[in-house]
């Protein structure tokens, strides 16, 4: 199973909104609604931000959200702050117990 | 609070084994399926293996299969995973994970353990 694809970088200044997204194929992201988003300041442990494409965990803000159309997901961060710079990463469920994840992407608040 | 704390990382040679540890608190781990997860230095996040909640069963990625065996210890609350026949593609941290009821997603991680395969 390869790896979902994702840009390397994104950035916005504070206030600003910014998508990234996660392209895969119908056999991941398009074939089911399993899509997670993960926020990771490198050194902590990964923090789940987005689930079942556009589900968000008690404590997420509302400032973050997903959606997926075809065989790509993204994930939208609206006013963006300062905290917000880390590296985000996609998965998808394929069925069968087995997951895959996107490379990354670094956020860089400007 | 909930919390996951991985060890047992470390510096291993090619062909060697080691095992890793997850200790889990603050949450009912024998009610949890758990994962493991690694990333390799500059590379994105990987899906390594997944155990039940009972550890009746077992399933890992083609990459470890044969290779690496979860385990878990439900009444000292520890999950593990056992690496065997190193290689340097092996070199990564390891996260566990807790599996989020239902949703076929990973809803609290630890902060990983490093292992590096060297020579």
């Known amino acids: 199973q390869s790896a979902l694809t994702q840009p390397p970088s994104a950035s916005g200044s504070p206030g600003q909104s910014v998508t990234i997204s996660c392209t895969g194929t119908?056999?991941?992201?398009?074939?089911?609604?399993?899509v997670s988003w993960y926020q990771h300041h490198p050194g902590k442990a990964p923090k789940l931000m987005i689930y079942?494409?556009?589900k968000r965990p008690s404590g997420v803000p509302d400032r973050f959200s997903g959606s997926k159309s075809g065989n790509t997901a993204s994930l939208t961060v609206s006013g963006l702050q300062a905290e917000d710079e880390a590296d985000y990463y996609c998965?998808?469920?394929?069925?069968?117990?087995?997951?895959?994840f996107g490379g990354g992407t670094k956020l860089t608040v400007l | 609070q909930v919390q996951l704390v991985e060890s047992g990382g470390g510096v291993v040679q090619p062909g060697r084994s080691l095992r890793l540890s997850c200790a889990a608190s603050g949450f009912s781990f024998s009610g949890h399926g758990m994962h493991w997860v690694r990333q390799a230095p500059g590379k994105g996040l990987q899906w390594v293996a997944i155990?039940?909640?009972?550890?009746?069963?077992?399933y890992y990625s083609d990459s470890v299969k044969g290779r690496f065996t979860v385990s878990r210890d439900n009444s000292n609350n520890t999950l593990y995973l056992q690496l065997s026949s190193l290689t340097a593609e092996d070199t990564a941290v390891y996260y566990c994970?807790?599996?989020?009821?239902?949703?076929?997603?990973?809803?609290?991680w630890g902060q990983g353990t490093m292992v590096t395969v060297s020579s």
């Open positions: 998965s998808s469920n394929v069925g069968a117990n087995n997951w895959v």
């Open positions: 079942e494409v556009s």
């Open positions: 155990i039940w909640y009972d550890g009746s069963q077992k």
């Open positions: 994970a807790r599996d989020m009821k239902g949703r076929l997603t990973f809803d609290v």
């Open positions: 119908s056999s991941d992201v398009g074939g089911y609604n399993y």
